[in-house]
C-alpha cells in the first residue's frame, strides 16, 4: 500500500498552524451541545481532519464520526 506524504502547510503558515486551527475548532464545538455517544455526520471534514478531531474527542469512545468530502484528496495532488 502507498503511503500518503506528509503534509505541509503552506510555506507562509506557522508550523503550528493545524494545532491552532484544531483548537479553534474544540472552542467553538464545546458550544454546540455535543452529546457523548453520538452518531455524527461531518460533510466537507477537508483534508487535514481539523474538525473530525474534536468531533470524535466530543463523542468519545462510544460515539461515532464518519467525515466525507468532496476533495478528500486534493492537497496531496502535488
Ligand atoms: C473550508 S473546508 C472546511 C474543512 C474543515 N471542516 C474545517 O473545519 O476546517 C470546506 C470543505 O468542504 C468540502 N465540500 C464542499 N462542498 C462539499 C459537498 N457538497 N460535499 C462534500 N464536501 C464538500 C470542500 O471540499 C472542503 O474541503
Redesign the pocket.
Known amino acids: 500500500m502507498k503511503h500518503l506524504p506528509k503534509y505541509h502547510p503552506h510555506p507562509r503558515l506557522p508550523p503550528e498552524w493545524l494545532h491552532w486551527?484544531i483548537i479553534e475548532?474544540d472552542t467553538v464545538l464545546k458550544h454546540a451541545g455535543l452529546v457523548h455517544g453520538a452518531d455524527m455526520l461531518?460533510?466537507?471534514?477537508?483534508?487535514?481532519?481539523?474538525?473530525?478531531i474534536p468531533l470524535a474527542l466530543s463523542v468519545g469512545e462510544r460515539g461515532k464520526v464518519v467525515?466525507?468530502?468532496?476533495?478528500?484528496w486534493?492537497v496531496f495532488e502535488n
Open positions: 486551527q475548532r461531518e460533510v466537507g471534514c477537508g483534508p487535514q481532519a481539523i474538525s473530525t467525515a466525507l468530502d468532496l476533495g478528500r486534493a
